[in-house]
């Protein structure tokens, strides 16, 4: 989809693009926190990050035409979902570095998941042993499991609902 062009073609897009960009930055230095030995060992690829945007805006796009959703009022999670997919397909981040058994995109991919678990449980997000092994199911998945799209969104919205539902009976 990329033409090999620094350009998004509106105002969502270049908002889609820096905090992507943000996260990325975010992720690195929480990383790096932990694993001192990947610095400067890390690439990104900005024109794949262009053009996961321009995917995600692409079916945000169907979403509105056929759907009748407008093209800022598509629900988060498919949004989510959807930049977890094509991270996990364009793989942005260029390293041979894996921790345990995963890629950085594959650990990427999970700390969106997380981060957008917890911005939607707000301050009632607790990281306890269940979580974290509910956490290392979805990593697994990402990186073993074919998944598409749908799939993913479903995972997303699965998990806002299973941990709503965990925490109002404990």
């Known amino acids: 989809m990329s033409d090999g062009k620094f350009s998004l073609n509106n105002d969502l897009a270049e908002r889609d693009h820096r905090l992507i960009k943000e996260l990325m930055n975010e992720f690195h230095d929480s990383l790096f926190k932990k694993h001192p030995e990947i610095h400067g060992k890390v690439v990104i690829d900005d024109h794949a990050i262009i053009e996961i945007v321009e995917r995600v805006h692409a079916k945000k796009y169907y979403y509105s035409v056929f759907h009748n959703i407008r093209m800022g009022k598509v629900a988060e999670n498919k949004t989510i979902g959807l930049f977890i997919y094509w991270i996990l397909k364009l793989r942005p981040i260029q390293s041979a570095i894996r921790i345990k058994e995963y890629d950085l995109n594959e650990l990427f991919a999970r700390f969106i998941f997380n981060k957008a678990l917890k911005l939607y449980e707000g301050d009632d997000f607790?990281?306890?042993?269940?979580?974290?092994?509910?956490?290392?199911?979805?990593?697994?998945?990402?990186?073993?499991?074919?998944?598409?799209?749908?799939?993913?969104?479903?995972?997303?919205?699965?998990?806002?609902?299973?941990?709503?539902?965990?925490?109002?009976?404990?």
């Open 126 to 170: 607790a990281y306890d042993d269940y979580m974290m092994g509910y956490f290392d199911e979805v990593t697994y998945s990402f990186k073993y499991r074919e998944l598409s799209k749908e799939s993913i969104i479903l995972m997303l919205e699965y998990s806002f609902h299973k941990y709503r539902k965990r925490t109002e009976h404990t």
